[in-house]
């Protein structure tokens, strides 16, 4: 199965491309602590591993930051990867994102179906709402900003820049079959 991890995805158009940087120059500015930036190869291996091994408890130390631009479309699974980052990200860590995100209606999802054949989106997918996969898993956005690129490819036109955190007490409740007790 080809992953994030291995797949060679084509470059995104120049002005979609120009933009990505500028911002993910902002975005790393930001960063603290120990930081995974899912731009170098050896950093998305160490989300593999995560990704892959949801059972497992996550080994060394976890991530003040996490940085990911236009790195969460080119995994399969958005809710699977969501989840290991929330496991991979440190108490009171931050996750600086720039991605895609979808067109709403009918007029959208067709769009992004046939925008998916072009060389541009091929191997990504473009068409999930980001936001409610991070949500669903606990994490909160503290900064959500939405722009707009100018590109002939009408999939990468809609982005969002965001900071999500997980707020302990708003995260997603205990196992309610597990014994609060057995600690004891």
Known sequence: METAVDSA????????????????????????????DLDDPGDRLRLAAVVF?????????????IVSTAALVAWPDLGEVCAALGRLLADEGD???????????VGGLVA???GAALPACQGRHLSRDVVASLRSVGFTLADLERFGLATPVYP???WIEA???IIPHLAAPADP??????DL
Not at 13 to 36: F, M, N, Q, T
Not at 53 to 65: F, L
Not at 177 to 182: F, N, Q, R
């Open 177 to 182: 079959t597990s014994d609060p007790t057995s």
């Open 163 to 165: 900071r999500a955190v």
């Open 112 to 114: 992004g179906s046939l």
């Open 95 to 105: 996750l600086f994102l720039v991605e895609p995100v979808n067109h709403p209606g």
């Open 9 to 36: 995805l084509r470059p995104f158009p120049a002005p979609v491309a120009g933009e990505l940087a500028s911002r993910r120059r902002a975005l790393l500015d930001k960063a603290h602590g120990r930081v995974l």
């Open 156 to 158: 990468l036109r809609r």
């Open 53 to 65: 091994t949801p059972d497992q408890p996550v080994e060394g130390p976890r991530y003040d930051t």
